[in-house]
DNA sequence: TATAATCCCTCTAGCGACTATAGATTCAAG
DNA sequence: CTTGAATCTATAGTCGCTAGAGGGATTATA
């Protein structure tokens, strides 16, 4: 049985946010101590442990729910599981291919070596989009 | 001369973000008809073209008013444009390398090929940060 | 010129995933 | 028993929009 603040230390995960994923229904509402604090066993460390990792990796409050229900229910296909990360990666990769789009731009107009913002690379490709090598 | 709807078609903002700029102080509020419609100029539209770009870019709403006042006065030297580039491009390069990391673990969790819950890579690796290949 | 279709106005509220603040209560250590 | 740290609830704020309600303006056609 430990307090909010050492589950918050335990997983990483701010006191603020652990309320709030109670709120949204994510956690359950662990047992009070007599002065209305909450007490979290082991378990509750599990599933918000499970919780930050999924996070981390990218997916929804909502996924997690879907992710959470699922992971109740060993005997249940994981299809649903696998569509989910898979929709993640997806996701991903579209992210990264864009980011390095931008990141292409970035580095070409920070190269600029002008004094002042009448010759300024940086300045004169926000203004005009044409100025840009590729598409974003 | 144009009305709020064809400088959303031109620059590819939507009119209720065009608004929300001009309330965030980042376009300043053009002239009206009549009827009180907002009637925009070319230089509007410039203005407004630069911010999208911006935006495309990753720059927030505080980074594009300081970008747009520099632009605004050619003769001033540009390090702070050329820092906020360098800020974005560093940002930028961080969350390539996390996406990175992500896709990866990602990709090998979504490779399983398990039936039930019980044995599926993906509830297990979410439960379990330690069967994580790399730090995230 | 009348009317209909489309556009535009302001204002308010909502999104997701938190984060911050205030004011009151409880806990743990000495 | 006192003190200081931790916790409680409730509310509001963050960012960058987006959606909706309930109206007025403009424009194209009859």
Known sequence: MFSIGELSKRTGVKIPTIRYYEQMGL????????GNQRR??????????????SRELGFS???IKGLLELSQHPEKPC?????????????????????????RELKRISDCDADTVAHCAVIETLADHNLC???H
Chains 1, 2 share one sequence.
């Open 79 to 103: 299809h649903d599981a696998h569509n989910m990360a898979a929709r993640r990666l997806e996701d991903v990769r579209a992210r990264i291919a864009k980011l390095q789009r931008l990141e």
């Open 40 to 53: 979290y066993s082991k378990d509750g460390m599990q599933r918000l442990s499970f919780i930050r990792h």
């Open 61 to 63: 409050i909502g996924d």
């Open 27 to 34: 956690i359950e509402a662990p047992e009070r101590s007599q």
């Open 133 to 135: 090598e590729t598409e």
